[in-house]
């Protein structure tokens, strides 16, 4: 079995997290090199994976100044620094292993894809949700023909409300300005599954929604700009205050995320290093005062080839979590995600099947529902050149998937329906 070489680049929590199944797989893989700014994030990767000194690098552009030294660049970076490292990263000669989005933006999505087919390298997106045992039962379930011809599908992407508010609120995903729009941040996952499941082009999009509570208009009478300042009104009671989710939360794993450049090491942040951050970086901003321009629902309305129909729902209101309807000709499915079954309604036999799906958490934490560990498993062969799979999608079909999302935008933001073909087609794909 050839074992496959593999540099790093950004190793944050994505990074760090396909690094950590890459190691339990030691026949499969070898991790070669690292960069990231973080010396200690470099250290990480040093003691725990191997990683030789001389393979550790402080930025993308010193590690991608090298020649040529392993078989597969995992670029793991913020969403706004995909765009250069791929590119670069493909001119070399690298296949790819791409966080989500591909890029915050159409055209660099575009422009990524076309470099690849040039170079003729492989780049596999990390849509991690195919490779999860849910979403797997609910494609086979289709595939086997257990609901009849799918006509229509509901999707509903609860975000949950604390997870908004740290992500999109006060975290690196909360504005447009650097950020990909909420449908390409978030549910760039829902859209790609959605046009997996169905296994059908998306031909027209629609969508509605805006940031409504998450705004100054909203704050509370006399509540500060930071939960440290002075005593909030509202503190006790508020469910965003960021003292209690970060500092008295003492097993929060956001604790290690808000430290991030404050830390002294890569094990737990301390009290006084997270009230640091909560004093100095926007992860301390009230809810109401953070500068984020992210929508804070929004609904897409999709139709794909032969009429189907499909409806994402994205919402920040909610304890969290994903669930699906899809309607056929000959029965129902509907499944939550936090849930260990499927339920199938018969309408010949006017009976519930209930069809169990190995639970898993779907948290980024739990490894996004076992999908982080499936995409490490399958990329194998995949990158070998030996895939048999239906799961993993060529860079094309995951940059069409994203269009959907760039397409329904433009129409939110222009009260329209885009033809989705077209509007793909005018960035030369």
Known sequence: MKQLSVIVIGAGNRGERYALHMCEMPEKYKIVGVADPDPA??????????????????SWEEILAQPKFADIAVIATVDNMHYEPALRAIDKGYDL???????????EC??????????????????????????????????????????????????????FSHSFVRGNWHNTSFSAPMLLAKCCHDLDIVQWLLDKPCQQVSSFGSLTHFTPENAPEGAPVRCS?????????CPYNCIKHYHDFKTNVRRSIITKGIAKDHGEATDAEVMEALRTTDYGLCVYHAHNN????????????????????????????RYIRIYGTKGELFAHMKDAEIQIYDFETKQTTFVPVLKTEESINGGHGGGDEGIIKEMYEYFCGTYTGYKAADIHTSVRNHMIGYAAEEARLNHTVVDVQKYTESYGL
Do not use: W
């Not at 994030?41 to 402080?58: I, K, L, N, T």
């Not at 999707?155 to 997870?163: K, S, T």
């Not at 992210?294 to 979590?321: P, R, W, Y």
């Open 41 to 58: 994030r470099q250290r990480y990767f040093m003691e725990h994976y191997g990683v030789p000194a001389e393979g550790c690098y402080s």
């Open 97 to 107: 292993l791409l966080e989500k989005p591909v890029a915050p933006n159409a055209q």
């Open 110 to 163: 575009a422009d990524i894809a076309k470099a690849a087919r040039d170079k003729g390298v492989t780049v596999l997106v990390c849509h991690v949700l195919r490779y999860t045992p849910f979403y797997g039962k609910v494609k086979e379930l289709l595939l086997s023909g257990a609901v009849g011809e799918v006509t229509s599908v509901d999707l509903v992407e609860g975000v949950g409300n604390v997870h």
């Open 229 to 237: 300042d002075n005593n909030c009104p509202v503190g006790e009671t």
């Open 294 to 321: 992210m929508v804070d629902h929004q609904v897409v309305s999709m139709e794909f080839a032969g009429g189907i129909t499909a409806v994402l729902t994205m919402n920040a209101f909610n304890k969290g979590g």
